[in-house]
């Protein structure tokens, strides 16, 4: 099974960003070149120096592995570390942030300015949401 997902993430154009040490290994991000969202992913991690290993999706026909690391929304980006799955991409880099804690801050210390932080960040996701809804 292993060796298939292998070829299969080969397959859909799967490349390493970056230098993995130990606590990377197992950083893989399900994306797709043009989705805001999952760039948003990938610059938090880049911003912590994270290697990371990225599979770009054809959203058309989506990956078996997509489907069982996100069967709820079955959209990018999905961010797995070391074998689980974390959907959303504000959480993600929530996450990101406290997992690699020593990295580079994204969010901010105080309470108050990460309430801010969140604001904006749900305030553009709606924004880009109501534009994608207007040209379907
Ligand atoms: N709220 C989600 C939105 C993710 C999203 O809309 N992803 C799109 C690409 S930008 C997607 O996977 N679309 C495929 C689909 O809806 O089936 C997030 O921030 O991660």
Same mark, same amino acid.
Request: charge should be positive; proline fraction near 25%; glycine fraction near 6%.
């Given at each position: 099974f292993i060796a298939h997902e292998q070829k299969r993430d080969q397959h859909q154009s799967s490349k390493q960003h970056g230098g993995p040490t130990m606590a990377e290994k197992g950083v893989k991000v399900f994306g797709m070149w043009a989705s805001p969202m999952a760039i948003r992913v990938e610059w938090a991690l880049r911003l912590k120096g994270v290697g990371y290993e990225y599979v770009d999706e054809d959203l058309a026909s989506k990956s078996d592995a997509l489907l069982r690391h996100? *069967?709820?929304?079955?959209?990018? *980006?999905v961010l797995v570390h070391d074998g689980k799955p974390i959907a959303e991409s504000t959480i993600i880099v929530e996450y990101i942030d406290e997992a690699w804690k020593?990295?580079? *801050?994204?969010? *901010?210390?105080d309470p108050y300015d990460r309430a801010q932080a969140r604001f904006w960040a749900r305030f553009a996701d709606d924004k880009v949401n109501a534009y994608a809804l207007s040209v379907q």
């Open positions: 996100n *069967p709820v929304t079955k959209k990018v *980006p020593d990295g580079y *801050p994204i969010m *901010p210390a």
